[in-house]
């Protein structure tokens, strides 16, 4: 709990978190077992032993933007603040991990990455994949992402779109002989407003997909009827479904819109089928559930590993003002993959993450 603590009260917004991993790289470095390397703000802690398998345990390690939340508060079982649940708690397990799971059964590769929660272009992944890809060779990865202690499989794609509305400027004492932009925009709202969301069933679980309005800008002036209003819209799509084809979704539900797409990540399938996964389950013994947000399993998927999110934290309370993580998930993660990597069994010693 206190290592969460401090990692919740060590400011890390997204592209400020050099100071975080700084600490991150200091505190990996002192231990023997480990190789140590820096990407930009990224940390990689490895081990090399040649175990006939490589693991990949990764959490990224910048937040949205404050609110109020910090520092950090403790409430009974319960740890508040700027990333708590997502996820400076999932940090904390890793790092104790890298650190005191110093023989484990399999290789093993700790990333602590930088913008995961901006933009694909500045993600720490993006960056490593760029300049040191051999890092993310594994056979098995394991996202830290808040998940309630228990695995979320796979994860939706997501699509941010602007959608944007043309009129004619005029002075608004004579709004007639203009057109105004921001009035049009009610029937983007309208398609918005009647979609619908499709719930496949993929692998036996139920994804559920999301269409919303995420922004809205217009308007020039006071006395200026608007030529130009546009609607940012953010679709989320069920890994069934590929990037061209919710790219294609979006341009026909929009048809007659100037429509511009600004950012796109593709979903990845649950893969639960795969040993590394079966065994994963197995080991842990958690419950299964859909992973509705985009996290960077479908980075891993994409490159053909396996992957599963699995980390302290409620995933519905990410990005609050009041978001906070559970001790005892803390504990009874950190405990299952302790498990899981030197091939214990219960009943076992306590990994306690303090």
Known sequence: MELTAQLIDIPSESHQEENLANLVES?????????????????????????????VIAGHLDTVPVNGNLPHHVEGQRVFGLGACDMKGGIAVALQLAAFVDTPTRDLTFIFYEAEEVATEFNGLEKIALY??????????????????????????????????????????????????????????????????????????????????VAITGGIAGNVIPDLCTVTVNYRFAPDMSVDQARDY????????????????????????????????????????????????????????PAVNYGPGDPSIAHSQGEFVNIEELTSVAQNMADWLTGRSAPSRQVVVD
């Not at 539900?253 to 649950?270: E, M, N, R, S």
């Open 250 to 305: 979006v341009h026909k539900l929009f048809t007659g819109f100037d429509v511009v797409i600004t950012d796109q990540a593709a979903g990845a399938l649950p893969g639960l089928a795969h040993p590394a996964a079966q065994e994963f389950l197995v080991a842990t013994g958690a419950e299964v559930a859909p992973k509705f947000g985009w996290t960077d399993v479908a980075r891993f998927s994409a490159m053909g590993t």
């Open 27 to 55: 505190a990996l470095s002192a231990h023997a077992h480990l190789t140590v390397t820096r990407v930009g703000n990224s940390v990689i802690a490895t081990n090399h032993a040649d175990r006939g398998e490589r693991v």
């Open 132 to 213: 040191a890809p051999e890092f993310l060779v594994a056979d098995f990865a394991v996202l830290m992402e808040p998940s309630n202690a228990n695995i979320e499989a796979g994860c939706q794609g997501t699509i941010r779109a602007t959608v944007t509305t043309r009129g004619e400027r005029a002075h608004s004492a004579r709004s007639w002989m203009g057109k105004n932009a921001i009035h049009q925009s009610r029937e983007i709202l309208g398609i918005l407003e009647d979609y619908e969301p499709a719930t496949p069933e993929i692998d036996g679980l139920v994804f559920r997909e999301g269409l919303n309005a």
